[in-house]
């Protein structure tokens, strides 16, 4: 039984087939890195700025999309492809090249759908209006990451709390539809500090959420605090007793977009448990099994995981 709203069952309820998105980096920056608010960035961000870094390789939105989009039809031929603007601050700049850049991406082949990520300080309204007026499906990917200020000031986030409530709400009243990323395991924080995130987040006019556990990346300053012993990440057991502790209390209607980071192997310096992300959500499954639980059980579903949860003709829809 799927014990929680994954994005392929959202999709697969909402259109009948796969949706596959694919990550594109297209070269954006942020002002965490330029020097607006910072040369450093978040402690945790690397050159890439979470992204594949494809865009300074070299490679255009185009081949980036291609090379992926034939991967996945060969798979499956109906399946119908979402751009997922992921690297950096994409709503980062100036108005207009955030318009060429939307315009770019509908006119990929396929293209179906975006998905943009960014800061939540790296929106305004005439930005929100571009996003909102899109006529596709759309997610706003937002990194909120924490509700405590403190620790958004101990990971030099660059931006408060309050502002990640102001650019959710304005997104919101345009009908944009928002994924809230938050992060478990951030220097200075415990599981009380990420449930209290997790609260705050769902308080807001939120319709999805990422989670990811903290995860420390070759040449970033938490390197630094890791190699002098001063921050350490999550025990993968603690990790999978966190989110068997955040389900329960998120609405069954919420579309869990992701429940774990995705680091390359190849940039990961700890934990080494964060590349087996099967072999972490088999660990969630068997946990959730075994104490009787499941997204909204402590909430709107407190008599069983919903339909919903099984996709479209109730087939399970994958992660
Ligand atoms: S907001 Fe994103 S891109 Fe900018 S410094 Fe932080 S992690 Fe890096």
Redesign the pocket.
């Known amino acids: 039984m799927q014990r929680w709203h994954t994005l392929a069952a959202h999709y697969n309820n909402k259109y009948g087939c796969r949706v596959q998105k694919i990550p594109l980096d297209a070269g954006a920056?942020?002002?965490?890195?330029d020097g607006t608010l910072?040369h450093?960035?978040?402690i945790?961000?690397?050159a890439n700025?979470?992204?594949s870094g494809r865009a300074k390789r070299g490679h255009s939105l185009l081949q980036q999309w291609n090379a992926l989009r034939a991967v996945y039809l060969r798979d499956d031929p109906n399946t119908r492809f979402v751009a997922y603007l992921q690297?950096?601050?994409n709503t980062y700049g100036p108005q207009k090249r955030l318009q060429q850049l939307l315009q770019s991406v509908r006119s990929l082949p396929q293209c179906f759908g975006v998905a943009v990520g960014t800061?939540p300080d790296c929106l305004d309204a005439p930005k929100l209006d571009t996003l909102a007026a899109l006529d596709c499906d759309l997610w706003l990917e937002l990194?909120l990451q924490t509700a405590h200020n403190q620790t958004l000031s101990r990971i030099?986030?660059?931006h408060t709390a309050a502002q990640a409530e102001k650019a959710v709400c304005m997104a919101a009243e345009r009908g944009i539809a928002v994924c809230a990323h938050l992060m478990a395991g951030l220097p200075g924080e415990d599981e009380r500090h990420f449930l209290q995130s997790l609260d705050w987040a769902l308080a807001l006019p939120i319709q999805g959420l990422k989670l990811h556990n903290v995860f420390v990346p070759k040449g970033t300053a938490l390197a630094s605090l890791y190699a002098a012993g001063i921050y350490h990440p999550l025990w993968r057991d603690e990790y999978v007793d966190m989110l068997c502790a955040a389900l329960p209390r998120i609405p069954s209607s919420l579309v869990i977009h992701r429940l774990q980071s995705d680091p390359a192997p190849r940039e990961l310096v700890a934990p080494t448990w964060a590349t087996d992300k099967r072999g972490l959500l088999g660990d969630l499954r068997r946990a959730l099994v075994a104490r009787d639980l499941w997204q909204g059980k402590s909430c709107d579903s407190p008599e069983g995981c919903p339909a919903i949860f099984l996709g479209a003709g109730g087939v399970s829809a994958g992660f």
Not at 29 to 33: A, D, E, I, L, V
């Open positions: 920056c942020c002002p965490n890195r910072s450093d960035g978040c945790f961000c690397n700025g979470s992204g690297s950096f601050s800061r990194g030099n986030r660059g």
